[in-house]
């Protein structure tokens, strides 16, 4: 799950971000061209990882799981490191 979640959150952060940047921003695709790409990549998501983690891809989601008393502490804790580890800058940058 830990996995699934990591690989989940990279598309979408790879495939989001590379709309704005790739796409020159609201000049170049727009704000559509950028909410397709966001909501395909949430889609692919939940298609490919949906059955093994559930595709939360956002650790507001895992939070509101284990509130509801669907997901452990332990299950918690896998889903938001999975889901924040790419997001801290590599050591070089510090």
């Known amino acids: 799950k830990f996995v699934a979640e990591l690989i989940g959150t990279f598309m979408l952060v790879f495939?989001?971000?590379?709309a704005v940047v790739f796409g020159n921003g609201l000049d170049g695709l727009g704000h559509l061209g950028i909410a397709f790409a966001f909501g395909l990549a949430i889609v692919v998501a939940a298609y490919s990882i949906g059955t093994v983690s559930g595709a939360h891809?956002?650790?507001?989601?895992?939070?509101?799981?284990f509130v509801n008393k669907r997901l452990s502490s332990s299950e918690l804790v896998n889903y938001i490191l999975g889901q924040v580890v790419l997001t801290r800058p590599p050591l070089a940058a510090q």
């Not at 495939?15 to 590379?18: L, P």
């Open 57 to 65: 891809l956002n650790p507001a989601v895992s939070i509101a799981m």
């Open 15 to 18: 495939v989001g971000t590379g």
